[in-house]
């Protein structure tokens, strides 16, 4: 994968400019994740992910055969480039809020929760017009919170909770990509019903058409969303540092839930209800992070974990 993250590197440093006046790399003239919004300046989205892949492609090239390197004609100068761009990005954030900023202006909108739309106004893209829509606040799908969620390794819960509750509230999820990531960052965050009512939401997309347009086929993103709402939101799981780890949470309405995961030629099945099950049904040995803890699982021998409060 090393041609396809030089070749997106490349191109991100052709992308951005030099600010004098900020002493910092910026981005204009995008389309962040948010549908809603286009041709705006230093997405935070766009401006970290880019940040992010320089810094990632840099550490990888320094790993490769020189006869690679050759191949890339990559140099020592373009890895340092990667790396001062990574390092003197702009990211829109403001103080007073302790928020990363959607882009420039978006805190100069008339911002309103979206819960004081009426039902006559949505979906917004068949009922306004689109200078409307992009003079408004609303958010069709996570913006901040999806960058938030890939690089969720790198905040803390409480910058996630800021974050998550100054732009879901303006969010009006009229993207099938949108409620599922929404679910999960409320999972981790220990909102585990507001987690539901937005699983439920991307479960039932189709089957209640919020956004009416079922006459036009099937959301195949939502089906997917649902299945990581369940794994990587209630159960939490990650990869962090080569283990795999979960957290699970489980919503009042349910007595139980499991799945089973493929990792590194292991098996595993997840059982969550009161207390947490654990087996390996295939494969040798596994470690398994779960809350703090690391446990070793053995095939034949199911661990259980009781079940912690995450609120």
């Not at 940040?51 to 990888?60: D, F, G, K």
């Not at 929404?182 to 965050?189: D, G």
Request: glycine share 6%; charged share 25%.
């Amino acid at each position: 994968g090393i041609d396809v993250l030089l070749g997106i590197a490349r191109f991100w440093v052709g992308r951005v400019h030099y600010s004098k006046r900020a002493g910092k790399y910026m981005i204009h003239g995008v389309t962040g994740p948010n549908e809603y919004e286009n041709n705006v300046n230093n997405n935070w989205y766009t401006n970290r992910m880019t940040a992010w892949e320089l810094a990632y492609t840099a550490e990888q090239l320094m790993l490769i055969p020189r006869e690679k390197a050759q191949t890339l004609n990559v140099s020592a100068e373009e890895i340092r480039r990667f790396r001062e761009i990574s390092e003197k990005m702009y990211l829109p954030y403001d103080k007073e809020l302790d928020i990363f900023v959607q882009h420039d202006t978006f805190l100069d909108k008339d911002l309103m929760p979206a819960s004081e739309l009426s039902a006559e106004d949505r979906p917004l893209n068949q009922k306004w017009s689109w200078d409307h829509i992009l003079r408004s606040c609303f958010i069709k799908q996570a913006d901040v919170l999806q960058g938030l969620y890939f690089l969720e390794h790198l905040y803390d819960k409480e910058t996630i909770r800021r974050n998550f509750e100054f732009y879901e509230p303006m969010t009006v999820h009229e993207s099938s990509l949108s409620p599922h990531i929404h679910s999960i960052l409320a999972a981790r965050i220990g909102k585990v019903e507001k987690a539901y009512q937005l699983f439920l939401h991307a479960t039932r997309l189709d089957l209640d058409d919020y956004n009416n347009e079922g006459d036009q086929g099937l959301h195949i993103t939502s089906m997917p969303g649902s299945w990581l709402a369940i794994v990587r939101g209630f159960a939490g799981l990650q990869i962090l540092n080569d283990t795999l780890k979960i957290e699970p949470v489980i919503p009042e309405k349910w007595s139980s839930y499991s799945f089973k995961v493929n990792y590194l030629g292991n098996t595993l099945h997840i059982q969550v209800s009161k207390e947490i099950k654990i087996s390996l049904t295939a494969g040798s040995q596994l470690n398994i992070q779960v809350y703090q803890n690391v446990y070793e699982l053995r095939q034949g021998l199911a661990l259980t974990v009781n079940l912690k409060d995450l609120s």
